[in-house]
């Protein structure tokens, strides 16, 4: 570290990872509406339709019967923020594992 391009290289390095590991439901649901708005410019509905609906899995507002069919023990008082909070986990798990 006492080379100034270790130390630049360290902090980009620093940098990238804390960009790749900033993932909030606001940042997704952004993402996701973006993805929307550009399938509709496209002419692309069913793409238009997998972006609303990847919003509504995120926000908890649409369950999979098969996920809910296999959990061991089904809690039916999770609010909606503990739902959310339980996938936007999932996915930042998926996106560091697919980084590796």
């Keep these: ?9 360290v902090a980009e390095l620093q940098d990238e990872h804390r960009a790749r590991h900033d993932v909030t439901i606001d940042s997704l649901t952004a993402d996701l509406a973006d993805d929307r708005k550009l399938a509709h410019r496209v002419g692309q509905a069913g793409a238009a339709v997998s972006a609303t609906m990847g919003k509504a899995k995120l926000h908890g507002l649409d369950v999979n019967k098969h996920e809910i ?16 909070r339980a996938i936007a986990a999932s996915l930042a798990k998926a996106v560091n594992e697919t980084d590796t």
């Design 69 to 84: 069919a296999s959990e061991t023990e089904i809690n039916l008082n999770v609010t909606v923020a503990e739902k959310a």
């Design 1 to 9: 570290m006492a080379k100034d391009y270790i130390k630049a290289r």
